[in-house]
């Protein structure tokens, strides 16, 4: 079944992926497809001063999020896991910082969706780890 938030993009806006709509439990794979989604979405966009400086905090803070995360996965003591996946979650707040900065009224929404379902999962994580 199609996913209707993804349906409705405009012409600006990047699908996080042309395969299904299925949900990615592969955290690896799902942090570092979105972060090049935002990479499209960033490409996609009109070339003003505002939009060049934004987008690349966008970028930065959308690879940010899959680096620790990865960072996560490889962790020496659960301490550092918890740690790298906070620093994760944080990146993926400034994410959907960025996304509402730079889209206003026309964000992308597939791409805001998927930055909170990440950014909750990292919560998600940190309260298991307690």
Known sequence: MANP??????????????????????????????????????ASLPKTAQNIEDGKQL???SGSTAANYIEA???VSKKDFVLRIKIAKKEARETILWLKLIGGNNVSMGLLVEATEIMKIFGAIIEKSK
Do not use: G
């Open 59 to 61: 970028i930065r803070s």
């Open 5 to 42: 938030k993804l349906e409705a993009l405009n012409s600006k806006q990047v699908p996080i992926s042309n395969a299904s709509n299925s949900k990615k439990y592969d955290l690896d794979e799902r942090t570092f497809e979105f972060a090049k989604a935002c990479r499209q979405y960033v």
């Open 73 to 75: 996965s490889e962790a």
